[in-house]
């Protein structure tokens, strides 16, 4: 069943991105794959896209107090997108991809949902089928593939809504000049499926000022964390059992030479064959640089992750900075401020 997420702050979602922005105006804030290739964001462009968006937002009748449906897997644009709902003082209505037909339809029929965004063509069909069924609720189309689409006439893409408003003027006056400096990165694999999820990756991310990194697409999430080698995963439980399994299946045979070596890793042996073959997994796996994952309290912690010598910290406690730092990417600023890097170190 979808969930929205509601936080209690002392301060407004919109003043701690804005503050955290001109703070790190010139500092990356987000690092995702575009056709294949590496883009960093810096703070200042960010924040510039999610004014944009929000303005979009509030001409669609988006404003606070309002609640929105998102159904998709957390990439960049999707997190931009919940950014400016939250910017705007609206709730986010997370919808499992999974969801029925059925389940749409409810959705739909909440007199509270004044929005959806939806994800891939096939998705945005099953949502326009709900809107006909129910009512009419505007559609706004996040999909990942070059052209951008819509499926049909009404839907409004996103780089359409982007242009629909006028922006609240939030990223005026805000330093533009890069900088270079060292950055923990912060890993997110993940989509709707957890329940709050979005709500919480945004809140860490404008509250520690930390660099998000996505991959282009969940079924590449290894390739792309493997490149990345960030210093901070924040999973949720179904993801880190999803890739325990997965990694899991990979494994060699226990009976054979590797098998036994890689079943002595990850029980800890303290030998050098074995600390080395730790070491190959963690960097096989993206995981040579990281120093925690950061989970739900009441998740359980797969052993296999344990095994790598992987620390856990609890969702909800204060952010603390992570102890190991590496540079950013060499990069350049072309006109569109993305930014084009190096896949591998």
């Known amino acids: ?13 919109l003043d701690r991105l804005i503050a955290t922005a001109r703070r790190n105006a010139g500092q990356p804030a987000l690092l995702h794959k575009r056709r294949g290739v590496w883009v960093v964001r810096r703070w200042a462009d960010v924040l510039e896209e999610i004014d944009r968006l929000a303005g979009g937002l509030h001409h669609l009748g988006v404003s606070e107090g309002s609640r ?12 931009l997108s919940g950014a400016a709902i939250r910017a705007v003082g609206a709730d986010i209505v997370s919808v499992p991809l999974s969801a029925s037909p059925e389940e749409l339809d409810r959705v739909v029929a909440d007199p509270t949902i004044s929005l959806v965004i939806g994800q891939g063509r096939e998705t945005v069909e099953e949502w326009s089928e709900a809107t006909r069924n129910r009512r009419e609720v505007p559609i706004v189309f996040d999909h990942a593939t070059p052209d951008s689409q819509p499926p049909r006439h009404g839907i409004v893409t996103l780089p359409l809504l982007k242009m629909l408003g006028k922006p609240f003027g939030w990223a005026k006056s805000v330093d533009r000049k890069p900088t270079d400096t060292k950055l923990p990165v912060t890993w997110v694999e993940e989509s709707t499926e957890w329940a709050d999820g979005l709500d919480i990756v945004l809140d860490h991310w404008v509250s520690s000022g930390e660099p998000l990194a996505l991959p282009e697409l969940l079924a590449a999430a290894t390739r792309d964390r493997r490149e990345i080698a960030p210093q901070r995963w924040i999973a949720s439980g179904s993801r880190l059992h999803q890739n325990d399994a997965a990694i899991r299946e990979r494994l060699p045979a226990r009976k054979s030479l590797s098998g036994w070596l890689v079943g002595g890793a990850l029980k800890g042996g303290a030998a050098p064959w074995f600390a080395l073959t730790r070491a190959l997994l963690r960097n096989r796996l993206g995981f040579r640089r990281l120093i925690a994952i950061t989970a739900p309290a009441e998740t359980s912690s797969p052993g296999l992750f344990g095994g790598l010598g992987l620390a856990f910290d609890n969702l909800g406690q204060p952010v603390q900075p992570a102890r190991v730092v590496v540079s950013t990417p060499p990069k350049t600023y072309p006109r569109e401020r993305l930014v084009a890097v190096a896949a591998a170190r």
């Open 1 to 13: 069943m979808p969930s929205s997420h509601a936080l209690s702050q002392d301060i407004s979602f």
């Open 68 to 79: 929105v449906a998102i159904d998709g897997e957390i990439t960049a644009r999707l997190l």
